[in-house]
C-alpha cells in the first residue's frame, strides 16, 4: 500500500511494517501494537481472563499485572479508530466539536461496546484531563464499573511532609484500587516486587536500545518508535513476555545491523515533546524530511526503587517522576534528551482542544527559544489519511531549518 492510499491508522500500521521489511523485531512490535486491544478482549471473554480499561501508563501498570490482571489502554483503543466512529460522541453524547478527538474516540468505543461481554472496568486518573474525567462520568451512566484515583500533583517546590503525605496518600489509593479490582485490600508483594524488577530491566533494556539508535538513527522510524516506546514500554501491548522479546531481537538487529555513515551525516536529531498522537501522518512526515526521533518527552529515566516495600516504591516513582503534575518536571526530562543528543529541535506535539498541554507547550516553547533550541508547536486532530499538505510543508520547512 502507498502512502497515498492509506485511510486509516490501521492501514498506517500496515505500511510501516513494509517500510520495516528488513527487521523482524520492528514488525514483531507492531503486531503487538495492532494485536492490543483485540488479543486482550479476547482473553477476557473467551478465556475468562481478567482485563481492565485504563490508562496503562507508569504505576498502573506493574500494580494490575500484579493483580493477574491485564491493563488495556483505553487511548490505544482511540488510536485504532475512525472519523465515523468519532462521531457518535458529537451526536449522541453531545461533545462539542472542539473537545479533543482523542477523548471522542474512547467515548465512542465504549459506546460501541456498551451491554456486550467485554470488558467493563474502567480505571481513570482523574489526574488526566477534564475531557477524559468527562468521558468517565459518562461512561458510569452507561453501565460500566468506574474507579478513579485522586488527583496525583506535586507543585515544583513540593518536598519534606508535604510530599510524604502524598506518597502515603497515593499509597492509600492503591489499596483502594486492589479492593475495587480484586475485592479486598491485600496486595500480593512478591507479586508486584516481581513486576517491579521487570520493570526495571526493560527500561534498562530499553536504554541500552535508545542508546544504540544513536548509530543507527533510521533503523526504527518515526511511529514505530512512539508505538514501542510511549505504548510499548508502559503497557507491554498486554504481553509482558512477548514484549521483552521483541526488545532483545531488535538489540541484537542493532548491535549487528552496519553503521552507515552517510545517515549519521544526514540525521537530523530531534526530540518529540508529545504523547501519542492519532495523527500518524505527522510521523510520516517526519520520516520524509529526514528527521528521527531520537528523544521522547516519556522516556522514563528513573527506575523503581526496589529498596523499599513495592506499593511504597509505586507511589514514589510517581512523585519522583515526570508524571508529578507541574509541566516542569516534564520540561526537565525534554531537557535532558536535548542535551544527550545534541538534538537540532524539539516538535512540540498536542490535539485542538487539549487546554492544558496547549499551556505546557507555551512554556516550553518559551523556555527553549531563549537558550537558542528550536521548536515547532504542531497541534492536530483526528486526521487519518496521508500526511496533509499542511503539515508536510510546515515540518519539512523545520527540518530544512535545522539541517
Ligand atoms: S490530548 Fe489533552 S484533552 Fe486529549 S486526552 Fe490527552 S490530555 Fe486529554
Known amino acids: 500500500m502507498d502512502i497515498e492510499d492509506i485511510r486509516s491508522q490501521r492501514e498506517y500500521v500496515d505500511h510501516c511494517k513494509k517500510v520495516h521489511s528488513y527487521s523482524p523485531a520492528v514488525n514483531k ?11 486482550a478482549e479476547k482473553a477476557y471473554r473467551d478465556g475468562g481472563k481478567q482485563a ?8 498502573q501498570v506493574p500494580l494490575v499485572y500484579a493483580l493477574d490482571t491485564i491493563p488495556v489502554s483505553f487511548s490505544e483503543m482511540g488510536r485504532l479508530s475512525d472519523k465515523e466512529t468519532m462521531l457518535i460522541s458529537e451526536d449522541y453524547y453531545q461533545f462539542p466539536v472542539e473537545t479533543c478527538s482523542m477523548v471522542k474516540c474512547t467515548v465512542a468505543q465504549w459506546h460501541l461496546r456498551r451491554n456486550t461481554s467485554t470488558i467493563n472496568r474502567i480505571l481513570g486518573n482523574s489526574s488526566a484531563c477534564e475531557p477524559y474525567n468527562l468521558a468517565w462520568e459518562i461512561m458510569k ?75 543507527h538513527p533510521f533503523y526504527v522510524r518515526s511511529l514505530a518508535t512512539i508505538l514501542m516506546l510511549n505504548v510499548g514500554l508502559n503497557s507491554y501491548f498486554g504481553k509482558p513476555e512477548e514484549y521483552e ?57 528513573k527506575l523503581y526503587r526496589e529498596d523499599v516495600p513495592p506499593v511504597e516504591s509505586l507511589a514514589r516513582w510517581v512523585y519522583d517522576n515526570a508524571g508529578a503534575g507541574a509541566g516542569v518536571y516534564a520540561r526537565n526530562v525534554l531537557e535532558h534528551e536535548v542535551n544527550r543528543l545534541n538534538a537540532r529541535g524539539i516538535i512540540l506535539y498536542g490535539y485542538i482542544g487539549c487546554s492544558f498541554a496547549s499551556v505546557d507547550r ?9 537558550r537558542g533550541i528550536a521548536s515547532i508547536n504542531l497541534e492536530g486532530s483526528f486526521q487519518t489519511g496521508a500526511p496533509s499538505g499542511q503539515v508536510m510543508t510546515r515540518v519539512k520547512a523545520f527540518i530544512e531549518m535545522l539541517s
Open 141 to 215: 451512566r452507561e453501565g460500566y464499573d468506574v474507579y478513579n484515583n485522586d488527583v496525583v500533583y506535586r507543585g515544583p517546590t513540593v518536598e519534606g511532609k508535604r510530599l510524604e503525605d502524598l506518597i502515603s496518600f497515593l499509597e492509600e489509593q492503591i489499596y483502594d484500587i486492589a479492593a475495587w479490582l480484586t475485592g479486598s485490600r491485600e496486595i500480593d508483594e512478591e507479586k508486584l516486587r516481581l513486576e517491579i524488577q521487570r520493570k526495571n530491566r526493560l527500561l534498562e533494556k530499553m536504554r541500552t536500545i535508545l542508546e544504540l539508535r544513536r548509530k
Open 245 to 301: 522479546e521483541a526488545l532483545d531481537l531488535l538489540r541484537g538487529e542493532l548491535e549487528n545491523a552496519p553503521v552507515n555513515e552517510t545517515d549519521l551525516q544526514k540525521v537530523i536529531p530531534l526530540v518529540w515533546a508529545g504523547g501519542t498522537g492519532q495523527e500518524f501522518g505527522i510521523y510520516e512526515a517526519i520520516d520524509e524530511a529526514g528527521g528521527a526521533l531520537l528523544g521522547l518527552r516519556s522516556v522514563p529515566f
Open 52 to 59: 481492565v480499561w485504563c490508562n496503562a501508563i507508569g504505576w
Open 362 to 370: 507555551e512554556m516550553w516553547r518559551k523556555y527553549f527559544h531563549e
Open 29 to 39: 512490535i507492531l503486531d503487538l501494537s495492532a494485536s492490543y486491544i483485540p488479543d
